[in-house]
Structures are given as structure tokens and as C-alpha cells.
């Protein structure tokens, strides 16, 4: 890191550094059943970079943490509900239910998430989930695109997460998918706006520390779509994204943009071993 960036991180940190030091050891487990995993060994593709591999629960304090352990706790599971509701109605021109196609959800859509996003042939393009949802809605039910970081995007994102939650995130980074991921890691290692910092110089030079009284993790997306107690909503990866840019006084790219998309598929595969945990409950 230069001098710079190290001096704007000094700057907004308003908690000694050693306050807090690094994730903590708790265990997560939801519903008294699923297992996740919140610390794992670095994919090879980050040996150089990390040893380790955390979820951003383990960053979290024990209140919010206890959130995510139970669903009746969890204030995402309102959305999830509300989504499964959207999953069965019929919509478009088409005359079709995401059902009329897919059938169950619990069964048409176990493991998706956790290989998302991903390369479609038929396509030739790199696919988010919700590039995909907004494909079937458009092309397969004739009905309205849904707004990318919107309420039923991330009511839907989510309800398809649930369906993998405790599976291992595993996108490919190969093949087909190697231009974009490469094009993402570019931008994961950038310095943007007058702070001049990249999401590497916070997430994996600092996580850990304390910044602007929040304890930084790794930024990883293994839990999303995810609650924030902050806005007391569903929060989408390019939301999140967003911020993060903005928080650096830069310009940001727009949600769904091909540099989001990029990105979004490159801090996936940071996280390839972690368990899908979407919908996480963050502050
Ligand atoms: C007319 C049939 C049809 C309808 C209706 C439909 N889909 Fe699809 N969907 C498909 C087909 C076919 C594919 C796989 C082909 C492809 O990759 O484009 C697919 C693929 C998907 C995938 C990717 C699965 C994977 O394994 O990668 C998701 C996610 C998805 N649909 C979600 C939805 C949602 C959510 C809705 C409702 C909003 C919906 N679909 C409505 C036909 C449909
Ligand atoms: C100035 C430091 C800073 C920079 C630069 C930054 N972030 Fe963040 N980010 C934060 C803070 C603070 C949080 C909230 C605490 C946490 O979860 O780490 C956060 C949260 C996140 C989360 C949510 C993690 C979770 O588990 O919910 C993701 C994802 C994320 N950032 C990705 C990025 C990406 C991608 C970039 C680069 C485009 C970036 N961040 C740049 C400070 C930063």
C-alpha cells in the first residue's frame, strides 16, 4: 500500500487498530442443522495473497451474528417468504409462473447459487443470478425486467440462496470465464476516487482492523443477498459494491455493469470454499 492510502485508512479509523483484532472463533450453525463453513484454507488462486478465508460473520458482534443463526430470528426471511410468493404467480405475456418451468424451487435451484456468477454458452456472456432471473422474466415469461439491485431482485436472489445455503461457494475461473475474472481481479487491485484506496487495500490488507467504529472482513459475497441492520432491507452484491466505491470518493460503476458483473464474479471466487450463508444478516 502507498503512503497515501495508508494515511486515509489512519485518517477514518476512529478505534485504535488494536481494539479488535482479527475475526473471531464463533461457530456457525443455522437452525441447529446447517453447518457452515466461515473459515476456510485460501483458494490456490489466492496462495500468494491470504492463507485463510473468512465470512464476514465472523467480523460481526455476537448480537448480530445471533441473527443469522435462526430463521425465525433472521429478518430476511420475510423477503424469502415474499419471493417464493413471486415464484408460484403467473406474470408476462407468456402466461407462466418461474413454476410452470422450474417446478419446485427447493429442487430445480439446489446448488445454483453457490456457482454463480457463471459462464451461458447459449449467451456467450458471463451470468449473474440476476442477469439470469432477468433473462427468464424477459425472454422466457414476457414479463417486465425486475430493477437489478431492487426489492424483488433480492427477494429472489435470496430465496434461490436459501436452496444452497451450507454448500461450498465453487465459481469457475477458468475457461471461458478467465477474460472476465481477469478483468475483475484488475479492478479488485485499482485504486479509485481522491482516497485513492482498492478493495484490496481494505479487505485483505486490513481486515480486521477497525474502520470508522465498523470491523473490517474480508468482503467476501458468500452471504448474499444480505440484511443490513442499517437500512433494515436486502442488499444486493452491486449495492454493497456501490457503497464500498463511493465510500473511496470515486464515481462508481453502475450495478449490473459489466465491471460489477466482472468484480462480482473475481470476489466470488475469493470465497470459493466458504459456505453459501445468503440471506447473511450484517449491520
Ligand atoms: C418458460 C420457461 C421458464 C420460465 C417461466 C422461467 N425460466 Fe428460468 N430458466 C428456463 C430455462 C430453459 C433455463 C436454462 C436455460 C438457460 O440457461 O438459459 C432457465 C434457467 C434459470 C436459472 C439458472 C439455473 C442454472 O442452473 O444456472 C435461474 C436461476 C432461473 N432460470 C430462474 C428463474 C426465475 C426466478 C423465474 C421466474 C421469475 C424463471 N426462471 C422463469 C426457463 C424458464
Ligand atoms: C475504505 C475501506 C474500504 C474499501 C476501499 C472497500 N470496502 Fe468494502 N467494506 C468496507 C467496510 C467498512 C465494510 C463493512 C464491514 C465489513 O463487512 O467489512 C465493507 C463491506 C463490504 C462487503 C460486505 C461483506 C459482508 O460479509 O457482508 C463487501 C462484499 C465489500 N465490502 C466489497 C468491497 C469491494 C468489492 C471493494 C472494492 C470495489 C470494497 N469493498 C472496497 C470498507 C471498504
Redesign the pocket.
Known amino acids: 500500500m502507498n503512503f497515501k492510502a495508508m494515511t486515509a485508512i489512519a485518517v477514518i479509523a476512529t478505534a485504535p487498530l488494536a481494539a479488535l483484532a482479527g475475526p473471531d472463533e464463533d461457530k456457525l450453525v443455522v437452525n441447529g442443522e446447517i453447518e457452515m463453513v466461515t473459515k476456510t484454507a485460501a483458494p490456490a488462486h489466492l496462495s500468494d495473497a491470504l492463507d485463510e478465508i473468512y465470512s464476514g460473520w465472523r467480523f460481526r458482534s455476537d448480537e448480530t451474528q445471533a441473527l443469522q443463526m435462526d430463521d425465525f430470528d433472521n429478518p430476511a426471511m420475510v423477503f424469502v417468504d415474499q419471493a417464493q410468493d413471486?415464484?408460484d404467480t403467473v406474470?408476462g405475456t407468456?402466461g407462466?409462473?418461474?413454476?410452470?418451468?422450474?417446478d419446485s424451487v427447493e429442487e430445480?435451484?439446489a446448488?445454483?447459487r453457490a456457482?454463480?456468477p457463471?459462464w451461458?454458452?447459449?449467451?456467450g456472456e458471463v451470468?449473474t443470478?440476476a442477469m439470469?432471473?432477468n433473462?427468464?422474466?424477459e425472454n422466457?415469461?414476457g414479463?417486465e425486467k425486475w430493477k437489478y439491485t431492487g426489492g424483488q431482485m433480492a427477494a429472489?436472489e435470496a430465496?434461490?440462496s436459501v436452496q444452497s445455503r451450507g454448500m461450498p461457494v465453487n465459481v469457475a475461473i477458468d475457461g471461458p470465464v478467465k477474460e472476465t475474472w481477469e478483468k475483475g481481479k484488475e479492478i479488485y487491485y485499482t485504486r479509485y476516487g481522491q482516497l485513492e484506496l482498492s478493495c484490496a487495500n481494505c479487505h485483505e490488507q486490513n481486515y480486521g482492523n477497525m474502520i470508522r467504529a465498523d470491523h473490517l472482513s474480508q468482503g467476501q459475497i458468500n452471504g448474499f443477498p444480505t440484511y443490513r441492520l442499517k437500512n433494515a432491507k436486502l442488499n444486493t452484491a452491486h449495492a454493497r459494491f456501490k457503497g464500498c466505491v463511493r465510500d473511496t470518493r470515486a464515481e462508481t460503476f453502475k450495478p449490473g455493469s459489466d465491471e460489477f458483473v466482472a468484480l462480482e464474479l473475481y470476489v466470488a471466487s475469493r470465497g470459493n470454499g466458504l459456505s453459501v450463508e445468503g440471506p447473511s444478516v450484517r449491520n
Open positions: 413471486a415464484w406474470e407468456e407462466k409462473s418461474c413454476a410452470s418451468c422450474h430445480s435451484m446448488g445454483v456457482v454463480y457463471k451461458n454458452e447459449e449467451a451470468r443470478l439470469q432471473i433473462d427468464c422474466r422466457k415469461m414479463a429472489m430465496l434461490i
